[in-house]
């Protein structure tokens, strides 16, 4: 089938067209440059388009979203939808069911999503939620910042087998990339401990954060991965931890960066989590200059936010020692999971609210990042979601961005507490992002990131993931109408995916299955089995699971989007 | 006024829900809208007018204007006053579970008893049962800790177990006894009950008022016994006669308090 879009105004950072009259053309799934004479017409005018969204970091499969449903039905009470000819069941607020998660990132025009931290030992589970989300692309993170393995190869600076078992471990759990967590801290947390700066030696290991942190980002380069090191950096939610975010960002200054589809060589994660001064609570002030300062004098490093959205939501990381402080802090209820040899999980309930001081000021971190971060391929839009809020508010944290206004409403109107005037300095920064920037934030500096060629963009060649919405760049003033701007952007007027539409005017009009994207690192398959043999009895001795039972088999993988990499290449 | 009555003309095996029949619902509804109404039973939905015959007298602007009816034997009927926010429903029967679960304002009026979950999570409003009330009175649902949060509930008979779970605001007012765990997890709010309490009231508790004027058969002890007081004013309300007062429980840290009539609770002190 061959469609138009005809006459929208398009913006496509990758390809420089910012608010152009344009037809987009596709067919047979892939952006075209030609049509025929029997292309179905889908009429733009007066509408924003933008390639289908892509969300770099956020929660949706997994076993902590398992045990999250499972210990908050409150939650599923939540966003109950009832099944229609076309769409299942809905049902949860913060963890929705798997079906809901598609659906509602395909409302908001979002095509792609990566699961931020897969635990290698419940990959296979990971991949199962996987296959039950419809509608959106999802590539996983596989935890290494814990890893014992890990842990020995960076103690020994042996960056060579680091690489290999990257290489061979993603493989093992069809892994798109290297995500770390709190490196050292989830593990020191088996101990019930923790780690504090990037110096503290890991219990038993002998080993550092900064240890850690530079050898994965040696070894990733080495391989030429197609995303960089994804990094949770230590002391995440403690006041002070802004200069653990900036030394840890300093930790990878002298590595090279070995990937042509990439421009950085870390990837800071929630940020606005990361960027807190003072001592303790009392004292709790925005350190978001000093990080953004930080990022805007060095390109190898990318961000996303993790906005505040000043919901009541679920917390949930593999950072279990902050779970825990989290916990003691809000008395709600809390899960905590080892998971042997490699990482650890909690989870809490939290409610984040405008009355609430800290809360406001943390809301205020994040937009300072926004606002400060002056190169917007250098800072992504996340809510981390769900820690610190749903992924279903982005049309709200866009209408933030985009409306100096309404954020200045928010700080008059008592809507966020006073403190956030004397902790932070978001009331004096006026800059309003445009259209072009919130496609770049959204889409084209994800899409960069994880060097997805075919996506984010618009050109010839890439897959039909599109977005349309129903705005008229020509006849708004986001500034004064952001409820028109949230509107919009939270119920797309087309979505589609692969060619195929999704969304009509708000409501999923059809469903697709999945694709799952992972990176196979070719080169190296000697190199493996060599390392297979050392680590074998190493695992037969620890591990409660037989290797036969750890890998995740193909049929986990039903529709495989496969990055081959060449090793060092 | 408009006063809206459901006469039962049969009764279902599998349970009616109400909760789409509430004041703010129907207040405008004329009687042709309730005939041609699809009653939800198990997982399909039937002509309400096969259970109900219903009479439509009045006008109404608002659902405050609205009075609801319900005559028959109503104990297959649940989710009665379900989220409603204001009005009027009054039951002839006994009802089935979830009467008056999550109403934020508004009365209703049970002439009978209520199957478990009545008035959970409520916000507002009055709940008042003559009969008896079983478990889970004015609690939270499963994984929530937010039970009732604000409104009245009265209960002319027994209550039982864990009657007030999680109880975060608001009053409930039992007038016979109470089986275990009243006010277990309670943050906030009070509880009184004037009979007998089985077991274990303010389990975990917080914080708020538990006052039993009745005896209690067992106690916890990770509660302090504090002062004996006579004729306490506790939440604002006053009681007469000698209480010792409790407070905990301390496996929480809690600072919530329990009082206890001293006449009727010699055997703890």
Redesign the interface.
Known sequence: MEYIIKNGTVYDPTNNVAGEKKDIMFKDGKIVDNVSSDAKVIDANDKIVMAAGIDPHSHIAGPKLVVGRL?????S?RGIKSKTDVTRAETGFSIPNCPATGYRYSRMGYGTVIEAAMPPLEAKHTHEEIIATPNIDIGALSLFGNNWFVLEYAKDNNIDDLATFISKWLKLTRGYGVKIVNPGGSEAWGWGMNVHGIDDPVPYFDVSSRDIIHSLAEANEKLGLPHSIHLHPNDLGHPGNYETTVSSMDIVKDVSKNSPVRDQTVHMTHIQYHSYAGTNWRDFESGAEDVAKFINNNDYVTCDVGQITLDETTTMTADAPMEFDLHQLNG??WANKDIELETAAGIVPFIYSGRNSVHSVQWAIGLEMFLMVENPWQIMLTTDSPNAGPFIRYPRVISWLMSNKRRVEMIENGEVHKAVGRKSIIATLDREYDFNEIATISRAAPARAYGFADKGHLGVGARADIAVYDINPNNIDPSNDYEAIEHAFGNAALTVKDGQILVKDGEVVSTKESQTIWTNVQGLEEQENVLMKKIMPVFDKYYTVKFENYPVFDNYVPNPIQVNVQAGK | MKTITFNQKKISSIALEFDELIPDEVFNWKKSDFDKYMVPIGNSRFPLSDYFDIEVEGEAESPAQVKMVLNGDLGRVKYIGCKMTDGQIVTNSSVDLHCGAEMSGGSILINGDAESYAGREMTGGELEIMGNVKEFCGASYIGDWRGMTGGIITIHGNAGKQLGECLSGGEIHVKGDCDILAGIHMNKGLIRIDGDVTRSPGGQMLNGDIVINGSVSRFLESFNQDEIVLDPTIAGKSFLGKYVKFTGDIVRNGKGTIWLSAEKNRHLL
């Open positions: 210990y908050r039905p409150e939650d009470r709600l209820k």
